[in-house]
């Protein structure tokens, strides 16, 4: 096969072609109340060719990987319709590496049987929760095998084993329904999901709780975020601001993304990295065969890093960072974040909300979402501050801000970071994208929460 | 369509009831960044699977090679073991309405004339506002779906579809202002109109910012808002898997006013070259026109083959296969138009929001029927009049409390992104939070 990608990538007037070859497989299993409503198998390959032609790009993307070297020329062709500028995209030199599976516990290797008997256990601890309507758990996981070649010699080849699960407890009186969930996630290990009885049972103890509890009356508070807030938070609200596609083409916003800025207190440190080994956002090579960094974005709170494609990179005269990435062979690859992250201060918990005379303790996540300057995200489990103590459960709150003013007014950073592996990034259309987001805890005066 | 029937009849010999769903699909993309042409895609897909029914359960798989019918055979065979109990019976051969959804014409848009769409949308909008930077793309697609299962049902259809889509950013310090719109069709379009004058609206709207308000205030939502907000809530709860799982707040409210008597809301999968619809869904049971909400009673909940079975209903023909096993979903929601324009809604409004991008709206408690975000792109409106866009404010409510007594229905309708069509919806009091 690699004699035929190599083969097919010479030859043709382009300024850069790549070949994107891809082979999976997956199993899922669903659970709809106590019932298994959805267990399957599947298996998937494709490819895709890019082609850069005086500044414009052409691609093709197939499940068929017949007749490659055509695909080649018809992405060319399509690229050659685009493009009427100089190309320009960042040195690289040529990359050749057979990648090692990294796998802790193989969930491939677990039975359909032992992952059922698992999920019924998480069943039984959440039916047993008096009041609980209902639940739903999703577990899927998967291999892939992705394959690389540009037209600049590069040939790579890496793997990779992922596995998610949500599980999700509901409790409802009349109309009124509340949930509470878990997401989880790792890049090659089953260990994960095993053995969390105990935070099931939290959870769906919290949904009915969630039943008797008030909402939050909307203001503006002093909040305090736990470590998979926070790190949706900085994903939201800082990360996709960092992505340099949204910037490089448009003369404002490299104004406002100037490194040098000054975007929060000294004590903020924001960090993205594919290069940082461990989390579902780690890799060697990202989709264009270019290796994986560490990149500080923030540091001392002032802008001084972000994240780059080979074209972002070269068109800001910066260095590519690693972070373009496609969530299949059927995309582009894209400025993606990776394993983005708060990294750790030295306040405790208690120090941080000891002098908080009346606010919102948020915990957990349903989501977020953000345009750049605003941002919202959803806390799936919350708790008012009172005199520095947490007090009564709350309904679900949606926070939201505007990303430059809340960066300002984050006030205290935690001692305790953690990272939340169960989430997956949307752009572009590509979505759920592997990412890992964290944070320790952290304090953030005058955040707006939506409430009644 | 030979390896479909060699599946078929393989895993016929080897279960109770099977089905096989076979689509191909072609798709080409001209996208447009920072004001110009910046790639030409073209995507061709195909997608088998096959669902058996062995010993009473459920075995499903699925793949995009199709060099290997045994393999797809076995792991269907291997999860049936472990599947849910099937409650239904494959159909047999039926008839299907007439539901036109292929156009040849689309699949003959030479790639330059997409070119030219996209360019002209940026060019309009640009020439109304020099310092706006527009995204647009323009897309044209065709699939092709063949259904065969072991009762003798079969179907097959063809749908093309093609779309054009623009989004403006202007940025002025650290203000950003995002507006765009977009429109699709079975049929080629070539009137980007619709879409720039939309688009320039916004940015006219929008010219000056408003001094915040908050409270509990009047909110209208224009099409593009009642999308974003309203629907999601709303139709989660018709939802067949919902009912028959007791987390929807309709169970047991078939026939009760749940809502303002003004609203009317239906599924509708069988009206002419609109991208959501089809002759059958994705199980073979014909489309049909399904009351959702008749005068704020509540008509029908969405049913596939299984979920129908586990209800003791029939399927209202919602199945979808988003890459698994069918579930239902709504095909095409209409929102029947009311007597108002929204005009004088507007007139009569002291001061209150119009919204149109609720942002994170989706995110909280959706199955309880709430809705909660930024307004992302929103006016203020102030004795009759839009002033301005709002900023820095978050509106939250409860389709269940919201879409009660004073709420006004437009009078005139609107497609949003093809699949949906509504008029603006006014609702007296909603909270409303906004940072000082």
């Given at each position: 096969?690699?004699?035929?990608?190599?083969?097919?990538?010479?030859?043709?007037?382009?300024?850069?072609?790549?070949?994107?070859?891809?082979?999976?497989?997956?199993?899922?299993?669903?659970?709809?109340?106590?019932?298994?409503?959805?267990?399957?198998?599947?298996?998937?390959?494709?490819?895709?060719?890019?082609?850069?032609?005086?500044?414009?790009?052409?691609?093709?993307?197939?499940?068929?990987?017949?007749?490659?070297?055509?695909?080649?020329?018809?992405?060319?062709?399509?690229?050659?319709?685009?493009?009427?500028?100089?190309?320009?995209?960042?040195?690289?030199?040529?990359?050749?590496?057979?990648?090692?599976?990294?796998?802790?516990?193989?969930?491939?290797?677990?039975?359909?049987?032992?992952?059922?008997?698992?999920?019924?256990?998480?069943?039984?601890?959440?039916?047993?929760?008096?009041?609980?309507?209902?639940?739903?758990?999703?577990?899927?996981?998967?291999?892939?095998?992705?394959?690389?070649?540009?037209?600049?010699?590069?040939?790579?080849?890496?793997?990779?084993?992922?596995?998610?699960?949500?599980?999700?407890?509901?409790?409802?009186?009349?109309?009124?329904?509340?949930?509470?969930?878990?997401?989880?996630?790792?890049?090659?290990?089953?260990?994960?999901?095993?053995?969390?009885?105990?935070?099931?049972?939290?959870?769906?103890?919290?949904?009915?709780?969630?039943?008797?509890?008030?909402?939050?009356?909307?203001?503006?508070?002093?909040?305090?975020?736990?470590?998979?807030?926070?790190?949706?938070?900085?994903?939201?609200?800082?990360?996709?601001?960092?992505?340099?596609?949204?910037?490089?083409?448009?003369?404002?916003?490299?104004?406002?993304?100037?490194?040098?800025?000054?975007?929060?207190?000294?004590?903020?440190?924001?960090?993205?990295?594919?290069?940082?080994?461990?989390?579902?956002?780690?890799?060697?090579?990202?989709?264009?065969?270019?290796?994986?960094?560490?990149?500080?974005?923030?540091?001392?709170?002032?802008?001084?890093?972000?994240?780059?494609?080979?074209?972002?990179?070269?068109?800001?005269?910066?260095?590519?960072?690693?972070?373009?990435?496609?969530?299949?062979?059927?995309?582009?690859?894209?400025?993606?974040?990776?394993?983005?992250?708060?990294?750790?201060?030295?306040?405790?918990?208690?120090?941080?909300?000891?002098?908080?005379?009346?606010?919102?303790?948020?915990?957990?996540?349903?989501?977020?979402?953000?345009?750049?300057e605003m941002f919202t995200f959803s806390a799936g489990e919350a708790y008012m501050i009172r005199?520095?103590?947490?007090?009564?459960?709350?309904?679900?709150?949606?926070?939201?801000?505007?990303?430059?003013?809340?960066?300002?007014?984050?006030?205290?950073?935690?001692?305790?970071?953690?990272?939340?592996?169960?989430?997956?990034?949307?752009?572009?259309?590509?979505?759920?994208?592997?990412?890992?987001?964290?944070?320790?805890?952290?304090?953030?005066?005058?955040?707006?929460?939506?409430?009644? | 369509?030979?390896?479909?029937?060699?599946?078929?009849?393989?895993?016929?010999?080897?279960?109770?009831?099977?089905?096989?769903?076979?689509?191909?699909?072609?798709?080409?993309?001209?996208?447009?960044?920072?004001?110009?042409?910046?790639?030409?895609?073209?995507?061709?897909?195909?997608?088998?699977?096959?669902?058996?029914?062995?010993?009473?359960?459920?075995?499903?798989?699925?793949?995009?090679?199709?060099?290997?019918?045994?393999?797809?055979?076995?792991?269907?065979?291997?999860?049936?073991?472990?599947?849910?109990?099937?409650?239904?019976?494959?159909?047999?051969?039926?008839?299907?309405?007439?539901?036109?959804?292929?156009?040849?014409?689309?699949?003959?848009?030479?790639?330059?004339?997409?070119?030219?769409?996209?360019?002209?949308?940026?060019?309009?909008?640009?020439?109304?506002?020099?310092?706006?930077?527009?995204?647009?793309?323009?897309?044209?697609?065709?699939?092709?779906?063949?259904?065969?299962?072991?009762?003798?049902?079969?179907?097959?259809?063809?749908?093309?579809?093609?779309?054009?889509?623009?989004?403006?950013?202007?940025?002025?310090?650290?203000?950003?202002?995002?507006?765009?719109?977009?429109?699709?069709?079975?049929?080629?379009?070539?009137?980007?109109?619709?879409?720039?004058?939309?688009?320039?609206?916004?940015?006219?709207?929008?010219?000056?910012?408003?001094?915040?308000?908050?409270?509990?205030?009047?909110?209208?939502?224009?099409?593009?808002?009642?999308?974003?907000?309203?629907?999601?809530?709303?139709?989660?709860?018709?939802?067949?898997?919902?009912?028959?799982?007791?987390?929807?707040?309709?169970?047991?409210?078939?026939?009760?006013?749940?809502?303002?008597?003004?609203?009317?809301?239906?599924?509708?999968?069988?009206?002419?070259?609109?991208?959501?619809?089809?002759?059958?869904?994705?199980?073979?049971?014909?489309?049909?026109?399904?009351?959702?909400?008749?005068?704020?009673?509540?008509?029908?909940?969405?049913?596939?083959?299984?979920?129908?079975?586990?209800?003791?209903?029939?399927s209202t023909g919602n199945a979808n296969r988003g890459g698994g096993l069918p579930s239902p979903?709504?095909?095409?929601?209409?929102?029947?138009?009311?007597?108002?324009?929204?005009?004088?809604?507007?007139?009569?409004?002291?001061?209150?929001?119009?919204?149109?991008?609720?942002?994170?709206?989706?995110?909280?408690?959706?199955?309880?029927?709430?809705?909660?975000?930024?307004?992302?792109?929103?006016?203020?409106?102030?004795?009759?009049?839009?002033?301005?866009?709002?900023?820095?404010?978050?509106?939250?409510?409860?389709?269940?409390?919201?879409?009660?007594?004073?709420?006004?229905?437009?009078?005139?309708?609107?497609?949003?992104?093809?699949?949906?069509?509504?008029?603006?919806?006014?609702?007296?009091?909603?909270?409303?939070?906004?940072?000082?």
């Amino acid at each position: 096969m690699r004699e035929q990608i190599v083969d097919a990538l010479k030859g043709h007037n382009a300024d850069y072609i790549e070949i994107r070859l891809e082979d999976g497989k997956s199993s899922r299993l669903q659970y709809r109340g106590q019932e298994l409503e959805d267990i399957g198998q599947s298996t998937g390959s494709g490819g895709n060719v890019r082609a850069l032609v005086n500044g414009g790009w052409g691609f093709i993307s197939f499940n068929d990987p017949g007749e490659l070297r055509a695909k080649v020329e018809l992405a060319v062709k399509q690229a050659r319709l685009v493009g009427n500028e100089k190309s320009l995209i960042a040195q690289s030199d040529p990359i050749v590496d057979i990648v090692p599976l990294e796998l802790i516990k193989d969930p491939l290797s677990i039975s359909l049987n032992d992952k059922k008997r698992l999920l019924d256990e998480y069943i039984d601890v959440i039916w047993s929760t008096p009041s609980i309507q209902t639940s739903t758990i999703s577990y899927s996981d998967g291999y892939k095998k992705v394959v690389f070649a540009n037209s600049e010699g590069s040939y790579i080849e890496q793997s990779r084993v992922d596995v998610t699960a949500r599980i999700t407890a509901m409790a409802r009186d009349g109309s009124d329904v509340q949930q509470s969930g878990i997401s989880i996630g790792s890049k090659g290990d089953f260990g994960v999901v095993e053995d969390i009885h105990q935070q099931i049972k939290g959870c769906a103890e919290r949904a009915v709780q969630m039943l008797a509890a008030p909402k939050v009356k909307g203001s503006q508070y002093t909040v305090v975020l736990d470590p998979i807030l926070a790190g949706v938070f900085t994903h939201e609200a800082f990360g996709h601001l960092s992505e340099s596609d949204f910037v490089y083409e448009n003369d404002r916003m490299r104004e406002i993304m100037v490194l040098g800025r000054k975007f929060g207190k000294p004590l903020l440190n924001i960090v993205d990295g594919g290069a940082v080994p461990g989390y579902r956002g780690s890799y060697k090579y990202d989709d264009e065969g270019i290796p994986s960094t560490k990149t500080y974005l923030i540091k001392e709170g002032v802008l001084v890093g972000r994240l780059h494609s080979r074209e972002t990179a070269a068109k800001m005269g910066e260095r590519p960072t690693g972070n373009a990435r496609a969530i299949s062979y059927s995309h582009q690859p894209i400025v993606r974040m990776s394993n983005t992250y708060i990294e750790p201060g030295a306040t405790t918990f208690e120090e941080m909300i000891s002098d908080i005379k009346e606010g919102v303790y948020a915990k957990n996540w349903y989501g977020g979402m953000t345009s750049m300057e605003m941002f919202t995200f959803s806390a799936g489990e919350a708790y008012m501050i009172r005199n520095g103590k947490i007090a009564e459960l709350l309904r679900p709150v949606v926070l939201s801000g505007n990303v430059f003013t809340t960066l300002e007014n984050i006030d205290a950073i935690g001692n305790d970071l953690d990272m939340n592996q169960g989430g997956g990034c949307g752009k572009g259309g590509q979505s759920p994208l592997a990412v890992s987001n964290g944070s320790p805890h952290i304090k953030i005066s005058d955040c707006l929460v939506g409430g009644s | 369509m030979k390896i479909i029937e060699s599946l078929l009849n393989k895993a016929k010999k080897v279960s109770e009831q099977a089905e096989v769903f076979w689509v191909t699909s072609q798709n080409t993309d001209a996208s447009f960044e920072a004001n110009r042409l910046k790639s030409v895609e073209t995507r061709q897909g195909r997608y088998l699977s096959l669902r058996i029914v062995k010993d009473g359960r459920i075995g499903y798989s699925s793949t995009n090679k199709i060099d290997n019918v045994d393999e797809i055979l076995n792991m269907a065979l291997d999860v049936a073991k472990f599947g849910a109990k099937a409650e239904f019976e494959l159909p047999s051969l039926q008839n299907y309405p007439k539901v036109e959804v292929y156009d040849d014409n689309v699949n003959h848009v030479p790639i330059k004339q997409m070119v030219d769409l996209g360019n002209t949308m940026i060019a309009t909008v640009r020439d109304h506002n020099a310092e706006v930077i527009c995204e647009a793309g323009v897309t044209k697609n065709a699939i092709s779906v063949t259904l065969l299962n072991s009762n003798g049902g079969q179907a097959s259809y063809e749908k093309t579809s093609f779309s054009l889509g623009v989004e403006g950013l202007l940025t002025r310090g650290t203000d950003m202002l995002f507006v765009g719109e977009h429109e699709s069709s079975c049929r080629p379009l070539s009137d980007v109109s619709k879409i720039t004058t939309a688009t320039i609206r916004q940015l006219e709207r929008a010219k000056e910012t408003a001094p915040p308000i908050q409270g509990q205030l009047p909110v209208v939502f224009t099409p593009k808002g009642v999308a974003i907000a309203l629907i999601s809530p709303l139709v989660i709860a018709y939802n067949g898997k919902n009912i028959v799982q007791g987390s929807s707040p309709l169970v047991n409210k078939l026939g009760q006013q749940m809502y303002t008597e003004e609203i009317s809301v239906y599924d509708d999968a069988t009206i002419n070259y609109r991208p959501g619809c089809r002759i059958c869904d994705d199980e073979g049971i014909a489309s049909r026109k399904t009351p959702l909400i008749e005068n704020g009673r509540v008509s029908n909940f969405l049913y596939d083959l299984q979920t129908a079975g586990m209800a003791k209903a029939q399927s209202t023909g919602n199945a979808n296969r988003g890459g698994g096993l069918p579930s239902p979903s709504s095909s095409t929601l209409i929102v029947a138009e009311g007597s108002t324009s929204v005009e004088d809604i507007i007139a009569d409004m002291k001061q209150g929001l119009v919204i149109e991008i609720l942002m994170g709206a989706g995110q909280g408690n959706t199955i309880g029927g709430e809705f909660g975000g930024n307004v992302l792109l929103g006016y203020k409106v102030e004795n009759g009049t839009i002033v301005g866009r709002v900023k820095d404010t978050m509106v939250s409510g409860n389709i269940y409390s919201a879409l009660k007594e004073g709420v006004v229905i437009g009078d005139r309708s609107a497609w949003v992104g093809g699949m949906l069509k509504t008029p603006s919806i006014y609702c007296p009091l909603l909270s409303v939070t906004t940072q000082s």
